[in-house]
């Protein structure tokens, strides 16, 4: 159980894995399905049939976008009770940098996200049992140095996935792709809390893959910019 209390307007690294550490997105859906329910639960709004938008956004390929009109994105934004900044979703665990912009929010948040996936999850795949290993961690971001840190741990957790490795940036279910290139949800994902410490989305782009985070034993952080 969590001993930290959270704050309203303060950063945290949320995280949580799989109950016996296998895989728990095993197909382009399944990662597509919580990908929507991180961007979308921020607020406490319903969504109804939510099966119809992962078979969308895996058929929009090049564009990696939900099937929403843009009056429920602006009500998600106005309503929501936290602030998503960066995510990546792996295939037996998840990371988020999210703000705690009213109380309970972020507690509200991932009950409701996980509970979603499990029974979605559990129902698709004739599984049972819980799914993920207790509630979920959380981290309070107490400097800009490891908000900046987070943000590039966050964001190079792909490469350790062999077929990732040096492809961080084209990573479908991460927010880095957001960071450095045009961002595809808009309000929904607001990186400004990192990103207005660069001039540039190249300057941040070279810090994450300068960064000292997630490097393997004797590999020098000068090497990632190398690979492709």
Same mark, same amino acid.
Not at 115 to 139: M, P, V
Not at 184 to 203: A, D, E, V, Y
């Given at each position: 159980m969590r001993r930290i209390p959270f704050a309203i307007n303060s950063y945290y690294h949320i995280c949580n894995r799989s109950n016996d550490e296998k895989a728990i997105f095993l197909e382009e859906k399944d990662y597509a399905r919580f990908l929507f329910l991180i961007l979308f639960y921020q607020a406490p709004l319903s969504f109804f049939n939510i099966g119809r938008q992962t078979p969308y956004f895996v058929r929009h390929r090049r564009h990696r976008m939900f099937n929403i009109p843009a009056q429920v994105l602006e009500k998600v934004v106005a309503t929501r009770r936290v602030g998503l900044s960066a995510f990546a979703i792996m295939p037996n665990h998840?990371? /988020?940098?999210?703000? $705690? =912009?009213? $109380?309970?929010?972020?507690? #509200?948040?991932?009950? #409701?996200?996980? *509970?979603?996936? +499990? =029974?979605?999850?559990? +129902? =698709?795949? #004739?599984? #049972?049992?819980?799914?993920?290993?207790? @509630?979920?961690? +959380?981290?309070?971001? $107490? %400097?800009?140095?490891?908000?900046?840190?987070?943000? +590039?741990?966050i964001h190079r957790n792909p490469r350790d996935l062999e077929e990732w490795r040096g492809k961080e940036r084209t990573y479908p279910w &991460? &927010?880095?792709?957001?960071?450095? !290139? !045009?961002?595809?949800?808009?309000?929904?994902? !607001? @990186? *400004?809390?990192? /990103? *207005?410490?660069?001039?540039?989305? =190249?300057?941040? $782009?070279?810090?994450?893959? %300068? &960064?000292t985070a997630k490097l393997r034993q004797g590999e020098s952080p000068i090497k990632n910019l190398l690979l492709e």
């Open positions: 998840f990371h /988020l940098l999210v703000q $705690e =912009k009213e $109380e309970g929010g972020i507690s #509200r948040y991932l009950q #409701r996200i996980q *509970n979603g996936y +499990a =029974k979605y999850f559990n +129902a =698709k795949h #004739r599984k #049972r049992g819980h799914l993920f290993q207790g @509630s979920f961690r +959380a981290i309070p971001v $107490e %400097t800009d140095k490891q908000l900046l840190y987070l943000s +590039a741990y &991460s &927010s880095y792709q957001d960071c450095i !290139k !045009k961002n595809r949800w808009g309000g929904l994902l !607001k @990186s *400004n809390i990192f /990103l *207005n410490q660069f001039s540039t989305q =190249k300057s941040y $782009e070279t810090f994450v893959e %300068t &960064s």
